[in-house]
């Protein structure tokens, strides 16, 4: 009995690993046929086609991101964006306020009982995003037509079917991160994006016959686009390493050192949440403007001119896309890592790194080489989110492929394949000691 539970815990069976890939693709299974799920009392046949004839990317980016649910005016519209900006509040919070900081210290319950705040947050945020989408689908043009009966008992049944559905999606998020493979936000996200690629597919497999797109440019599209992946895929796998020293004893005026280390530094440690605070900043107001244009406003030389400005390819949101990039990289890059705490924890451990001293210089060292992996991560983030808009405007690309949604698709492949890598080497240590225990008794 003794060597039974001991062998248990040296690793996962693969059994175990087969039955978290099968609940993995059960649980996407049920999020894709959530989103033909629609909310009561809308019209969705012409609902596409009328979202299709608006020009803002904004909704675009959200349709993707919800695997098509805004299009079908599914109950999954608002998707787990609420959660993303809940969880991006709470995190800034925790170096905010000192007794959230010391929360996030205690470890697992301090995690959990975060993790619960986090939740709570996003009831709200999904409870005032689904009020303000319910009040403002009667005014989009052409909208008022396909609701069925414009009362009470719609907004109603829209407000709770909207956060109904956000909330349902994070239990299964939550069920796939603890049963499944990957984090389940993230293969939700992922799943939603990846839905649209057939589609992408086939409109440019049409184009092409129908010789809308020439074969040469298709192959330059698919060169740009194997050559973006491979470039991300480069920055996200890439590190600084510095060396560390470990010090056990020292005799007269000569440190004898243990053994050596790396601490490593990610060059995109601040992962997607650049891009996306940058799209929603720059695009959201022209998807309110765009929502609000009547006769009235088309009078507004203010209003136009930032509608006609802000949209994907102009020089205007160009610059300030890149500008908002480069601050909130270096905005979270600072908040997510602290060169103060890292030099502290090398102190105490008896680490340090050769020719610096403790303390305050090792961090002011630890935060010049900072600084410059912020630069080129934010200078690597502005290239892939500006290359595919190009792509879009001016090589005729017949489908939305954005910099943001490519990040998180790979960033979610590198972590699901390490997690499963890590799981199959964990089978392969378990057989392995099960045959050395076996070698022993006998």
Known sequence: MYKKKKNKNLGISLFEIKK???FLIFSLLIFRLGTFISVPG???TDLSQLLKNKESTFIEMLNMFSGGSLSRASIFSLGIMPYISSSIIVQLLTFIYPSWKELKKEGESGRIQINKYTKYLTLFLSIIQAIGVA???????????????????FYITTIISLVTGTIFLIWIGDLITEYGLGNGISMIIFSGIVAH????????????KFHNLSFIMLMLIVFLIFFIIFFVVFIEKSQRKITIYYSNRQQKNTLYCSNTAHLPLKINMSGVIPAIFSSSFILFPVTIISWLKNNELNNNI?????????QPGRLIYICLYTISIIFFCF???NLAFNSRETSDNLKKSGAFIQGIRPGENTSNYIKKIMFKLTLINS??????????DFMKFFMKVPFYFGGTSLLIVVVVIIDFLTQLQTLFMSNQYKSSFKRANLNLHK
């Open 379 to 388: 200078i690597y983030i502005v290239l892939i989110c500006l290359i595919p």
């Open 20 to 22: 978290r890939i099968l």
């Open 135 to 153: 009040l403002s689908l009667p005014n989009i043009p052409g909208m008022r037509q396909l609701i069925f009966n414009l009362d009470f008992y």
């Open 197 to 208: 690629l057939p589609i992408a597919i086939a409109h440019t497999l049409e184009d092409l």
């Open 302 to 310: 203010f209003l136009n001119f930032i509608y006609d400005n802000l």
């Open 331 to 333: 905005f979270y890059t």
């Open 42 to 44: 809308i019209n969705t």
